[in-house]
């Protein structure tokens, strides 16, 4: 079966997308990837041998300025031409989208084919480019169990979860380590409010037995390090965390953004956490709402995150330890998302 996966602009999207290609080519489908610019080098690096990579002009439409919405909004459809043209002459047999605005095009073209398409959407709430997208979809496959936005008719909803790296997999459902250890991650860019709260609500602990392992920008690195030195609290602060599923299965704790992959992650290990979604961003609302949900965790404002609470709150949680091991249970959830998106899309 020839079958087209549309990826792009982040991390986040790329990395299911490149799960699900792997799955397929080993099993004998001949896979063509499309994606934008900004993750080229990344789906070159870890796509399957045997796939086909095709570059997309394409960039996100959420910028401020008019001129580059209108920019961005040219540029999708004129790949989503380009992509029409090439499907009249090498039509694929399904089309794997998963999301982002990169993804589009090769939707838009699908539809004019009649192709079979599926989109995958990461977060609990539908994001803009899906929501756009989904009027030419007929499959909606979610990460989430409840996922806000949906229509409620017109489209097949699938729960599949979301897929992650080998490396998550391999920890899942690992033995919290029992050392009274936090880790703190903003994501790649770091988050501020993480790196002003967190140090402080640690110091303010009369008991300093938690060691903190906290990834932050470059440029506040050596502010957190004095800072965790002069409190005598231990403390490892990195820029860049290379293996986050190590990171993740040695802490008892986990105090981050809500993205739908930090989310998953964490499910599929089974760890704890403390999610402080990003303001602006009605996705990362819904996804720690779900988690916390389950019992896993807390989903906080961002507003409410206060040095006061924290500390109540980690006290609380490191003096229990019980309780940390009961909300890793419920927290850890079976990730079958590969098998199950490769299923629903060949079947």
């Known amino acids: 079966m020839k079958i087209w996966i549309a990826t792009g602009g982040t991390g986040g999207h790329v990395f299911p997308a490149l799960s699900v290609a792997n799955e397929l080519s080993r099993r ?28 997309i002009w394409a ?3 959420g910028a401020k300025s008019r001129i580059k919405q209108f920019w961005a909004l040219f540029k999708i459809s004129v ?32 539809h004019l084919w009649h192709i079979p398409t599926f989109l995958h959407e990461q977060n609990a709430a539908i994001g803009r480019a899906n929501k756009f997208a989904m009027r030419w979809v007929r499959t909606l496959m979610t990460s ?23 490396d998550f997999m391999a920890a899942s459902g690992a033995p919290l380590p029992k050392a009274s250890s936090l880790l703190v991650t903003g994501g790649s860019l770091g988050a501020q409010i993480l790196d ?7 110091a303010a602990i009369k008991n300093k037995k938690i060691f903190v392992t906290h ?50 992650e964490l499910q599929t290990i089974g760890r704890p956490a403390i999610f402080v979604p990003l303001g602006i961003n009605p996705d990362q609302a819904a996804n720690a709402a779900s988690f916390a949900k389950t019992g896993g965790g807390f989903a ?38 590969v098998d199950l998106i490769v299923a629903e899309v060949t079947k």
């Not at 989430?144 to 080998?166: A, E, I, K, M, Q």
């Not at 490191?318 to 959830?333: G, Q, Y």
Request: hydrophobic share 45%; net charge positive; charged share 20%.
């Open 28 to 55: 004998g489908h001949r896979v063509t990837i499309s994606c934008d610019g900004r993750v080229r080098e990344m789906v070159r690096r870890d796509c399957p041998s045997s796939a086909r990579l095709v570059h």
């Open 59 to 61: 960039s996100g439409v």
């Open 79 to 110: 790949s989503s031409f380009a992509l029409a043209l090439r499907f009249m002459f090498f039509r694929p047999d399904r089309v794997v989208a998963f999301g982002g605005y990169a993804s589009v095009p090769a939707v838009f073209a699908a």
């Open 144 to 166: 989430f169990p409840s996922v806000s936005g949906v229509p409620s008719s017109g489209v097949h909803v699938v729960y599949t979860g979301l897929p992650v790296r080998h």
């Open 196 to 202: 002003d709260v967190v140090p402080a609500s640690v």
């Open 215 to 264: 990834q932050t920008r470059p440029e506040n690195v050596a502010r957190l390090q004095k800072f965790y030195a002069d409190n005598k609290i231990r403390a490892n602060v990195l820029s860049f965390i290379h293996d986050m599923a190590g990171a993740i299965s040695g802490a008892d704790l986990v105090i981050g953004r809500s993205g739908a992959s930090t989310v998953v």
């Open 300 to 337: 906080i404002e961002q507003s409410k995150f206060t040095p006061k609470w924290l500390s109540a709150t980690l006290s609380e949680l490191f003096d229990n330890p019980s309780r940390l091991e009961k909300m890793a249970r419920k927290a850890l959830v079976k990730n079958n998302a």
